[in-house]
């Protein structure tokens, strides 16, 4: 009898073969984010061309009591997608001065952003009872119910902007489903500008985004054996007038055929053939304003920089 040893395969399999014998090749943009994909986000954060992290930032050094103001204290901050919470402790610090017993739940997918996010918290802010929640977005917000009192529900980062708008407005209308009156919804969004300010941040001088794209068939190259040449795609971004998004693609520059391991199948390039791995959508006032009220809610105000390039968004349910 022959043994055959059974291998588990990655759960994202099925969706990656099915968009790598699509028209155009797509892959999910969430494949980024293994341990090295984060490490590259992180470091997309601090580069000179990625404006989107720090100008966010500076709102809410400016803007934090105001926020906490219009919010309505007493409440709870709950931050979706939270990671390593590098913006929050402002908002947490602005809220602790208007009320004794602070709670901020940080809410991630990944265990060690999430102890990263405590340990970060604790030293900026102190009297704060931290409530890390491991937690995936696609099986719903159930979890708001098991914390007491109003919340400030925070979605930075400009992280809707990755979605299509089916796919906002209903990961939106979930949160909403979730609230009561009087909680209230913070949500980042980095605003529509020339592209000559788009372009470098998603095709920076270091070339840090390209290999952030990339990383993505090394990922699959060593979870699923899939023997992807690196050295023959480029990284490609475009402005998409039209969509309002930046476009993020891989590029063979040759004629290949790639082998999917255990995949167990082959996918053929042309050269000049793109997968696409991500949109990055760019709002207007109205995209905004529509997309929150198509989810359930009502946009109250907005906070801009000085140049308007990014908004962070306080709506109501
Ligand atoms: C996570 N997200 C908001 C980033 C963005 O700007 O769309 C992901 C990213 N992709 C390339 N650079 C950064």
């Known amino acids: 009898m022959i043994a055959r040893e059974l291998v ?18 797509t892959l999910p943009c969430k494949l980024f984010y293994d341990d090295r994909g984060s490490q590259l986000f992180e470091e997309i954060t601090r580069l000179p061309e990625y404006y989107l992290t720090r100008t966010e930032f500076e709102i809410l050094q400016e803007y934090s009591r105001e926020i906490i103001q219009a919010a309505g204290p007493p409440l709870s901050i709950v931050e979706l997608g939270a990671g390593t919470a590098t913006k929050t402790g402002t908002l947490i610090r602005a809220l602790a001065r208007k009320q004794i017993r602070v709670k901020y739940f940080p809410v991630d997918i990944s265990a060690g952003a999430l102890a990263d996010a405590k340990n970060r918290i604790k030293k900026e802010c102190s009297n704060v009872s931290i409530l890390p929640m491991i937690a995936d977005f696609g099986d719903g917000f ?8 109003c919340k400030l529900v925070l979605y930075l980062g400009s992280s809707i902007g990755n979605f299509d708008w089916n796919d906002a407005t209903a990961m939106l209308r979930k949160v909403r489903e979730q609230l009561s009156p009087g909680d209230s919804l913070l949500l980042g969004a980095d605003m529509v500008k020339h592209e000559n300010f788009l372009l470098p941040a998603y095709d920076d001088a270091q070339g840090i985004t390209a290999e952030f794209n990339k990383n993505i ?5 060593r979870e699923l054996g899939a023997n992807f040449d690196l050295d023959s795609f480029r990284h490609v971004a475009e402005w998409n007038p039209a969509a309002s998004r930046i476009e993020i693609y891989l590029e063979s520059t040759r004629t290949q055929t790639v082998t999917l391991g255990l995949a167990r199948g082959t996918v053929q390039f042309r050269a000049g053939e793109r997968i696409h791995t991500e949109n990055s959508y760019k709002h207007t006032m109205p995209m905004v304003e529509r997309m929150l009220c198509v989810s359930g809610f009502k946009l109250e105000t907005t906070w801009f920089d000085s140049r308007e390039w990014f908004g962070l968004h306080l709506a109501r349910v």
């Open 8 to 25: 588990a395969l990655p759960v994202y399999t099925d969706e990656v073969v099915r968009g790598l014998i699509s028209r155009p090749k």
């Open 217 to 221: 068939l090394l990922r699959l190259n």
């Open 142 to 149: 159930h979890f708001f119910r098991e914390i007491p009192g």
